[in-house]
């Protein structure tokens, strides 16, 4: 007879222990020199009414647990043992507890005798050359096992961070010894959480977060950011060259004679936009439209913004006021969402801005609040791509009519 799944066997107690390997404990503790041991696990056990009603139920599982033991394989858990003397059956032993001497019974029961020698050479290593880091290596044991091929190149770059803070060259450029630029690639979040630790404060741009912006907090060269544009005037192409992606500070130095600037968010938007003169059109990015903030000479044009009619399409816009106050928008108004009714999508009611916009003109805030609160409809939404190319070019032949 089987016994009931409610009462422990070997392979319960194994697991009971394999949750404190998977969440670290037992090596952390191997860290902080601290020990876990004599380990006393959890023991669901029959009761003494079980006893009496399940009686060849209990002997079989007690002859399971006897010989998954100690006593029977040479390693693992100990059973502590209590009497009692039951009405029907007379005097009886049960397993009361069982508990794991020492850390070497609990490794071989799990098969991880290797791995933890491995950690704790790895580990010595480690505090060898940063003994700040015992706390994170106390909290992330198990990253450096799976780090173990790779440990040693990422002291070696942590090494060469500490002699070379900031050193404003490409991760390409870097000359740490059997490290390439794509094993720093692949960890970049591994070794800003290490970094952040070894280096000094003074050393970090705290401002810059994330596996994005790897290279600026710790001073590397990051590849640039490109801004693409068309130039709308035939006249005024660049060596015959209208459709070009520069990076931004390029772009802030352009002596380009326009009057007018269109930018637009979609990309066939901007591939699509008809002969303008003296204008030229920027492909925005969404909310990459900060990077305009640092192009100084467009404050000097006419900057007309053509985004989506939705919430984020006039977050966009708001926010592209904050460094060009004068923008107009373009296409984003109440008139053109109502005559394209039947091409209304529906925007991610996740993701839709909530907030408040303090950028927008009366007209535009109006529409806005409905999108926002849902007057016209549940999460309306109208991209550009959807407005019709003839109502699109009618929009912008009156904005030179206006100029």
């Not at 009971?16 to 020990?35: F, I, K, N, T, Y």
């Not at 490290?179 to 591994?190: C, N, P, Q, Y």
């Not at 439209?289 to 000479?297: E, K, N, P, S, T």
């Not at 592209?320 to 109440?334: I, K, V, W, Y």
């Amino acid at each position: 007879m089987n016994a009931p799944p409610s009462w422990s066997t070997p392979g319960a107690i194994r697991a009971q222990l394999q949750r404190l390997w998977d969440d670290g404990r037992l090596l952390a503790a191997r860290v902080r020199g601290e020990s876990l041991f004599p380990l006393e696990l959890r023991l669901r056990q029959p009761g003494v009414a079980q006893l009496g009603e399940q009686f060849d139920a209990v002997r079989s599982w007690i002859r399971a647990l006897e010989a998954g033991s100690k006593a029977a394989i040479g390693h693992g858990y100990d059973i502590a043992w209590r009497e009692i003397n039951h009405r029907q059956l007379g005097r009886n032993r049960l397993p009361d507890r069982v508990v794991l001497a020492t850390d070497a019974d609990a490794l071989r029961l799990l098969g991880r005798q290797a791995d933890a020698r491995r950690f704790d050479e790895l580990a010595a290593t480690t505090l060898d050359a940063f003994p700040q880091l015992a706390h994170w290596l106390a909290r992330r044991p198990l990253t450096v096992l799976e780090q173990a091929n790779g440990w040693q190149r990422i002291l070696a770059i942590l090494q060469w961070f500490v002699a070379h803070p900031r050193p404003q060259l490409y991760l390409r450029q870097l000359d740490i010894a059997g490290v390439d630029s794509k094993f720093i690639e692949t960890r970049k979040a591994l070794l800003a959480d290490l970094l952040d630790l070894v280096m000094p404060l003074e050393q970090v741009d705290a401002s810059a977060g994330g596996a994005r912006q790897f290279e600026a907090r710790y001073g590397l060269m990051a590849k640039p950011a490109l801004l693409r544009f068309r130039i709308l005037d035939p006249a005024l192409h660049i060596g015959g060259m209208s459709d070009l992606s520069v990076p931004v500070a390029q772009f802030a130095a352009l002596k380009l004679d326009v009057d007018r600037v269109f930018i637009t968010e979609n990309e066939i938007n901007g591939l699509a936009f008809p002969d303008v003169e003296r204008s030229m059109v920027i492909f925005g990015g969404g909310y990459g439209i900060d990077r305009l903030a640092q192009v100084d000479w467009l404050r000097r044009r006419d900057a007309i913004y053509w985004g989506d009619i939705d919430t984020h399409g006039f977050a966009i816009l708001d926010r592209l006021r904050a460094s060009l106050p004068g923008a107009r928008s373009l296409l984003m108004d109440a008139t053109t969402l109502h005559a394209h009714r039947l091409l209304w999508g529906a925007e991610d009611g996740d993701k839709r801005y909530a907030g408040q916009l303090t950028r927008l003109d009366a007209d535009e805030q109006a529409l806005f609040q409905m999108l926002r609160d849902d007057v016209l409809g549940e999460r309306i939404r109208m991209e550009q791509e959807r407005v019709g190319y003839s109502w699109v070019c009618d929009a912008i032949a009156r904005v030179k009519k206006d100029f």
